[in-house]
């Protein structure tokens, strides 16, 4: 029987005028949130405390009931659906875990395989495939909760929660908890899973840098569940909706936006790369092709050996007489904000880029980098028209 992770599937979500009113209150918890989310993606919704997260997210498995508007889950309402049939088909992640400690951690993945009555086989293969996605040993099954450290009951959480390939997923504070080097290695691990199983995910958190991370889209929130910007996080960066949001994601935007982006995605600087021995016409002419008004002597695999100076290219041939390092060197993979320190630490104007062989890529500059900050972000042509009116 196929039940591989390989097969998974995701359903889209929508939230049409969702509305949340707790008995007694005065003022709503979630006021009116229109938003969509497509299937495979990451929704996150941010914001201060109180501002409606984790009552909106409840109401997806109605944990929490809709007072007005609507929930749809693949194109169809919430509300048409059981609760216990929901909340067994959606997997639902929080801080503290709760995971059940006289069970093994086999049977608290398999928690709701059970209720789904799939054969003992079939959990056995099942769980032996999430041990090895969450990238726990496969021992780990026989052992108890308070066996494992916090990151790895984190882990074990979302396992549980992905056991039955469920169409959404929502994640509640699920990396709060946890130290924040632990924390980054969870966020990154499950966003390498993610990038596998593409399911579409309600994601909440407080912290807006978690957000700027996990999110293809950032949900913010105010206070009575309002929401304020609905929006990809490089977009959110650059045009902030209101004075809230502005404040809300800091007065470093700039530098998250550089957090987010690698030097491959950015439009390189050019420099002439010239290998000892090349005449030295076809050296200049090469330089006057290029952004860069030096040149780079590179080995016979492409990789920079250092700027050339003016008498490297006096004689018939380039000879190896340098001005200066090549450094820094930066990788296409680095994202810019680190590779903005570079050239910051180093005090030079160009740094050369190199690719996963050392050969040289391309110059990063000061320049490059603010034009990068100035240009606006790719046109998201599924920005706007995901907030339904
Ligand atoms: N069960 C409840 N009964 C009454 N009010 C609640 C209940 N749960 C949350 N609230 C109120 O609803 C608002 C939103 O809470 P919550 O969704 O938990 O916010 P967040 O997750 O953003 O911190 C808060 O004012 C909170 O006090
Ligand atoms: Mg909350």
Redesign the pocket.
Known sequence: MPDRSDRSTAEPLEFVEATKR??G?PKP??DKLSLKVPAGEICVLV??????????MRMVNRMNEITSGDILLGGRSVKDRKPAELRREIGYVIQHIGLFPHWTIGENIATVLKLQDWDKPRIAKRVEELLELISLPADTRDRYPSQLSGGQRQRVGVARALAADPPVMLMDEPFGAIDPINRERLQNEFLRLQAELRKTIVF?T?DIDEAIKMGDRIAI?QEG?KLAQYAPPAELLMYPASRFVEDFVGSDRALKRLALQRVRDIDLWTAAAIRVGTPVAEARAKIEEADVPYAMLVDEGGRPQGWLSDRGLTGERVTKDLRSPAEPKVELDDVLRDALADLLTSETRYGAVVDHTGALAGILSLEVIQQFLHAAPAASPTGADLLTE
């Open positions: 707790y008995p209150a918890a979630v914001g201060p405390s109180g501002c409606g997260k984790t009552t909106a909440v407080h929130l569940g």
